[in-house]
C-alpha cells in the first residue's frame, strides 16, 4: 500500500472507515436501542480489552484505534476487533504447522465453496503454480475426482 498515508493521514483514513460503516449498517437498516447498544458492548468489551494480541497484529492495530462516537460504529469497531483477532489466530495456527497460502486455498477450492478463479485470482497464481500445487495437495489416496471434506 505504497503511498497511502501521502494520499491522507491516518486519522483522516479512521473517520472515512467510519462514516463508510456507519452509512453501510443503516442502509440495510442496522438499528439497536440505546440498551441493546450498552448490553452489547457490556459483552464484548471485556473481550476486547482483555484479549492476549501476541501474534495477532491486525487485531492489536484495531484494538489500539480511537471509538468513534457514533455508537453503533463504535460497536462495530469492538466487533471488527474481535473479528480480526480471529483471523490473525488462524493465520498463527498455519504458520505453526508450516502451511501457506496453497496447502489452504488449493484444497477449498476442492470443495466448490472457494471459486478457483477467485483464489486465483486473489493470488495471482498462474497455471503452471496452479497445477503445481494441486498435484502436491491432491488426496494420497489416489482418489481422482473425491471431494475433500474440509
Not at 484479549?51 to 480511537?66: C, E, Q
Not at 476442492?110 to 502436491?136: V, Y
Request: charged share 20%; net charge negative.
Amino acid at each position: 500500500m505504497a503511498g497511502v498515508w501521502d494520499a491522507a493521514p491516518p486519522e483522516r483514513w479512521r473517520v472515512a472507515r467510519f462514516l463508510a460503516a456507519g452509512r453501510a449498517m443503516r442502509r440495510v437498516n442496522v438499528h439497536l436501542t440505546d440498551d441493546h447498544l450498552a448490553e452489547a458492548r457490556s459483552l464484548i468489551d471485556p473481550v476486547v480489552a482483555g484479549a492476549d494480541y501476541a501474534d495477532k497484529v491486525l487485531a492489536a492495530a484495531n484494538a489500539s484505534v480511537a471509538l468513534p462516537s457514533d455508537r453503533l460504529v463504535a460497536l462495530w469497531q469492538r466487533i471488527t476487533v474481535a473479528r480480526e483477532w480471529r483471523g490473525d489466530a488462524h493465520l498463527v495456527v498455519l504458520a505453526d504447522n508450516g502451511l501457506g497460502p496453497y496447502d489452504c486455498l488449493v484444497p477449498h477450492t476442492a470443495t466448490g465453496r472457494l471459486p478457483t478463479a477467485l483464489a486465483r485470482a486473489t493470488q495471482q497464481w498462474d497455471d503452471e503454480e496452479w497445477e503445481e500445487w494441486n498435484a502436491a495437495t491432491a488426496p494420497s489416496s489416489g482418489a481422482v475426482g473425491s471431494t475433500p471434506t474440509l
